[in-house]
Structures are given as structure tokens and as C-alpha cells.
């Protein structure tokens, strides 16, 4: 255990960070999840719909830094290219 003030805020600090940013990232893959069983339910409405729901997420995450830029795009390109793909 740290001794030091400042080393014992940054446990802190630390601690509450890795929480958010693992929310937020449960919450992307929730969100990919959901445009993933769109897809498979064959519903291209309901994937559309997911798709702009996941898209905003994964952009909302890259914008607080949890995922990078390039990450965000790839991810956002992947389920975009999966329901344009869709029969």
C-alpha cells in the first residue's frame, strides 16, 4: 500500500477511471451487440435503428478518450458494413 499522499490519490483517481472507462466499454459492446441481433433477426429497420444508437455510443467513447479515433472508425465501419450488407 502506498505511504505517499499524492501516490495513495492516485490509486484513487485511478480506480475511478478504470470503472467508467469499463462501463463505457460494456456499454459499446452492448450496443454492437444489439445491431449484431438485428442483423440476425433479419429486421433491416431495427438494424438501421441499432446501428445509429451503437454508432453515437462508440463516437461518444472515442470522444472521452476510452477507445482511440482509428478504434472508434473501425468498429463504426465493421457494424456499418454488416447491416448495408444485409439482404
Do not use: F, P, Q, W
Not at 27 to 45: F, L, P, Q, W
Not at 48 to 72: D, F, Q, R
Amino acid at each position: 500500500m502506498a505511504n505517499i499522499k499524492s501516490a495513495k490519490k492516485r490509486i484513487l483517481v485511478t480506480r475511478t477511471k478504470t470503472e467508467r472507462n469499463k462501463a463505457i466499454k460494456s456499454g459499446v459492446k452492448t450496443a454492437i451487440k444489439k445491431v449484431y441481433a438485428a442483423i440476425e433477426s433479419g429486421n433491416k429497420d431495427a438494424a438501421k435503428a441499432e446501428l445509429s444508437a451503437a454508432t453515437k455510443t462508440i463516437e461518444m467513447a472515442a470522444t472521452k478518450g476510452v477507445y482511440h479515433k482509428n478504434n472508434a472508425a473501425r468498429k463504426v465501419s465493421r457494424i456499418s458494413k454488416a447491416v448495408n450488407g444485409m439482404a
